[in-house]
């Protein structure tokens, strides 16, 4: 059984920074993307940034200059830097990764983490 395990989250003043991190574990044999996405209240759940195993990285145009994705493949961990953060950051955020086992490829998502950006 595989489980992620995020933290970081919380409360932010407007320009603040927080980080998350968003931990696998359990029968994994390869992780392929690993991401993160978010869910504001009344909308829809988006694409915040991917990382590919070779580190190759995805952003939504809002958050590109002052959020970085990185990941440490020995400790299947998955990192969100979020820095400048503005009100319209404030969503639940969820860790989702991609991975293989057996020749078959499966996701799963992390339990979510409140981030409220507010003074």
């Known amino acids: 059984q595989v489980q992620l395990v995020e933290s970081g989250g919380g409360l932010v003043q ?3 920074s927080l ?3 968003c931990a696998a574990s359990g029968s994994i044999v390869n992780i392929y993307v690993m991401g993160w996405y978010r ?9 915040v940034a991917t990382i590919s195993t070779g580190g190759s990285t995805n952003y939504k145009d809002s958050v590109e200059g002052r ?3 990185s990941r440490d493949n ?16 404030t969503a ?9 086992s057996f020749g078959k490829v499966y996701e799963n998502w992390g ?6 950006v507010s003074s």
């Open 14 to 16: 407007p320009g603040g």
């Open 19 to 21: 980080r998350h991190s």
């Open 39 to 47: 869910q504001a209240p009344g909308k829809q759940r988006e694409l």
């Open 67 to 69: 959020f970085t994705i």
């Open 74 to 89: 020995g400790k299947s961990t998955v990192y969100l830097q979020m820095s400048n953060l503005k009100p319209e950051d």
């Open 92 to 100: 639940v955020y969820y860790c989702k990764i991609v991975w293989s």
């Open 111 to 116: 339990q979510g983490t409140q981030v409220t």
